[in-house]
């Protein structure tokens, strides 16, 4: 079984033919989903997807982007939504100064905020960063240094560096498909090191496809490419990966881990 450990299934590409999609998923090999909300008017339809799919689960959180538009969305808020059974994470969330879409102050503030929804709740942080890494490891150590939190850091696409900050502060590191493209060789060196325990995969569908789907919209089922070019490149059996990958998704977000 495999995991994808971060997709968007209510969005524009996925959501017109959601059933369609989980269905191919589940051929696939994928048992389970992460559904990751962005703005606060998809939570309830991000937390609705989770409740009718057994295999789904949701996050409630803001994306760097949406910064601005959110300043009400505060640790409170972020806390008393997450209370809901499906809910097993917060995010995403984090810096994105590429595009800057937000107020960069203000990315800062909301990060923060969810960062202490992380630590109140004990419910991992799923943190996007984007030419932001080094203000988004000071804000992870500050924070960490208030009280330890858990995280991942999503669709991984940093330096060497970074990635040793973040495994120092105990996070874990999610491949996204940009591992098998042909330009991606210092992601490639990067995830090829990633220690196994600390590894998950996952797709951003309907976002970057990997090779042998590149153009299309990406969705869930692909995450087995993704799996399969990460085991060669790591020298590992696709078992051994899907194994681990699997193993770390559920130890990672307790919350969900199927009961023994």
């Not at 803001?62 to 995010?91: F, N, Q, W």
């Not at 109140?120 to 932001?132: K, M, N, Q, S, Y």
Request: glycine share 6%; net charge negative; proline share 4%.
């Amino acid at each position: 079984m495999l995991v994808d450990s971060h997709c968007h299934l209510n969005y524009e590409g996925l959501v017109e033919d959601q059933a369609g999609v989980l269905a191919r998923a589940r051929a696939a090999g994928i048992g389970t989903m992460l559904n990751i909300s962005t703005r606060e008017r998809e939570w309830d339809a991000i937390i609705g997807t989770a409740e009718r799919e057994s295999d789904v689960w949701a996050t409630v959180g803001i994306h760097p982007h949406e910064a601005d538009s959110h300043a009400h969305v505060d640790t409170a808020k972020l806390v008393a939504r997450a209370a809901h059974p499906k809910v097993i994470g917060i995010g995403e969330t984090g810096l994105d100064y590429y595009y800057d879409h937000s107020d960069r102050a203000q990315q800062q503030t909301s990060f923060r905020a969810h960062i202490a929804a992380s630590r109140e709740t004990g419910l991992p942080l799923i943190v996007h960063t984007r030419d932001a890494e080094d203000d988004t490891a000071s804000i992870l150590r500050d924070e960490m240094g208030q009280g330890a939190y858990p995280g991942v850091i999503h669709c991984f696409t940093a330096n060497g560096e970074f990635a040793d900050i973040a495994l120092e502060l105990g996070f874990y590191i999610s491949i996204s498909g940009i591992v098998t493209f042909k330009n991606a060789k210092a992601l490639q060196e990067t995830a090829a090191r990633i220690p196994a325990d600390r590894l998950l995969v996952e797709t951003d569908s309907p976002f970057l496809a990997p090779v042998p789907h590149r153009g299309r919209t990406c969705e869930p089922a692909y995450v087995a490419d993704t799996a399969r070019f990460l085991a060669d490149l790591r020298g590992e059996t696709v078992e051994e990966l899907e194994a681990a990958t699997t193993r770390n998704f559920f130890t990672l977000f307790s919350k969900s881990a199927p009961a023994v």
